[in-house]
């Protein structure tokens, strides 16, 4: 199986390979660390000799924020092993290196044993922590061969891939025996792991890590923008938009203008390749807005500010009076709720947010957030500006819903705490002093 699955990665790469040339060339996309993807370990990787390793995978900006409350934990309670953290976007090698340090965080290799090889040998990894779901058959089997325990934490099915996953239960059944240990966020994602293929003694639930972010540190770009904006308002934050949606927003951002004048948007693209298109789009509609990477202090009062930067927009939400959570009025699955959560801010949401479904039906619950249609996002806009109390309880609730779901990072440390200890060696990788790969 393994092999007809490795043929069947190369043969697709191949022929995917213009894309990837078009994607690099037009956007810059996935230039950044190809090498490491290859299977060439940084040597900015410092590894001390005799010091055992836990490598934490976690793909993106999400799942990065995820796991940072379980590095910190780990590292605590494990003082001895040195805690090594892979990403796959460049969006998320960006923030590991921020919050983990250069020194620990490489990019995950591709799925082919030449690329997985050099960083089981030099690793030498105790434990393999892997945020959500992502099912490498080369690397789970490689990785479980070579002796390291293996566990899929804050694991979700979505609504989307739980037919896929089924579909292909029948080889999913054998790639998942390589885990030691599942940590579901609810009882839903436990069931459908099982569904999969995944051994039901091996699955537990702990909980959304999620839920556990600590509040960002609030760079200097919030401090100006509160001054700036003082009497101006009210401010909407449309965070992790996508194709289609902002000129949605942007038109209810106009029905608004018509009755506040000194209204603001904060308007932040979920991809940067978009950055300059949505900018674009701001032109051609003649609505005034200032870019943050060149803004100095502008007035912002009857426009538009487009966030063109990274990792900032979890603490522009505490400027928000309303906060609009993208990848939702289109079906993309949406995008996390909890940040401007965190801040008390009423939230508005699509109708599409099937990769959050369970925190969204939560929060619709307990009251604490409003589910909008395109057709409807204007009247709730100017409901809840014309309605201060109402929007203030809004997010009242939100935040308190938040606090009620705290703790999954505990859990999942102390159900990793078991699976420490190295199992037997099982391979050819071996286990003896780390070699350069």
Known sequence: MYLLYS??????????????????????????????????????????PGRPVIWIHAVSVGEVLAVSGLVSELRRRHPQHQVVV????????????????????????????????????????????????????????????????????????????????????????????????????TEEDARRLCDIGAPAGRVQVSGNLKFDLPLP????????????????????????????????????????????????????????????EVAHLLSSLGIRYSKRSLWSGDALAGGVLLVDTIGELAALYSLADIAFVG????PRGGHNIIEPAQHGVAIVVGKHTENFRDIVELFQGRDALRVVGPDELPLVFMELISNPTARAELGRRGAETLRSQTGATQRTADALKGLREPAPDRSPVGKGARATP
Request: with cysteine; glycine share 6%; aromatic share 10%.
């Open 7 to 48: 043929a069947l990665l190369a043969a697709g790469l191949l022929v995917t390979i213009p894309y990837w040339l078009w994607q690099m060339s037009r956007h810059g996309k996935y230039h950044a660390g190809l090498g490491q993807r290859l299977g060439r370990v940084p040597e900015r990787l410092a590894l001390q």
């Open 86 to 185: 892979s990403t796959t976007t460049d969006t998320g090698q960006k923030l590991a290196v921020k919050h983990f340090g250069e020194e620990n965080v490489f990019y995950f290799p591709m799925d082919f044993g030449f690329a997985i090889r050099p960083y089981l040998r030099l690793l030498l990894p105790e434990l393999i922590v892997i945020a959500e779901t992502e099912f490498w058959p080369n690397f789970l089997r490689l990785a479980h061969a070579s002796g390291a325990r293996i566990a899929v934490v804050n694991a979700r099915i979505s609504d989307r891939s739980f037919p896929r996953y089924r579909r292909w239960r029948f080889l999913l059944t054998e790639v998942l025996q390589a885990v030691d240990m599942f940590l579901a966020q």
């Open 217 to 276: 540190p609030i760079p200097p770009i919030v401090a100006s923008l509160r001054a700036a904006l003082g009497d101006v308002g009210p401010v909407i934050v449309c965070g992790s938009t996508v194709e289609g949606e902002e000129p949605l927003l942007l038109r209810a951002f106009e029905k608004v203008l018509a009755s506040h004048t000194r209204a603001v948007m904060i308007l932040a693209p979920r991809h940067p390749e978009r950055f300059t």
């Open 327 to 330: 990848g939702s009025l289109m």
